[in-house]
């Protein structure tokens, strides 16, 4: 399962679509601490994870998911090219980072080569 966390819900739902499509099952969440819980009872293979949110910010959430799972990957997604924030995320433990407008080429071949076959 994949945690897709992101306060757009038009941005949930397109990857929701693309993940689906891609055979992946997924989970939303739309603020930062709903992530947090979702991530710890549902132990997602993988967390695409946007770095502003209304609540907590992306990169405190990055934090709190590295603290219960530091193997876990987290892919994050931004819109605005801050490339001091972006490179804190790389240093708390991201594998990625995607921007908006997504390539959805490029994201299919990171989350396959993330997870392999786990689906």
Not at 44 to 63: F, H, K, W, Y
Not at 90 to 113: H, Q
């Amino acid at each position: 399962m994949i945690l897709i966390v992101d306060d757009e819900q038009n941005i949930c739902n397109i990857l929701a679509r693309f993940l689906k499509k891609e055979g992946y099952e997924t989970e939303i969440a739309k603020i930062g601490l709903d992530a947090v819980t979702i991530f710890k009872e549902k132990k997602p293979s993988l967390v695409l994870l946007d770095i502003n949110l209304p609540d907590i910010d992306g990169i405190e959430v990055l934090r709190k998911i590295k603290e219960i799972d530091k193997g876990v990957p987290v892919i994050m997604i931004t819109a605005c090219m801050d490339s001091e924030r972006v490179a804190l995320t790389f240093r708390l433990g991201a594998c990625d980072c995607i921007y908006k407008p997504f390539d959805f080429d490029y994201l299919k071949v990171t989350i396959k080569s993330l997870l392999g076959n786990r689906r």
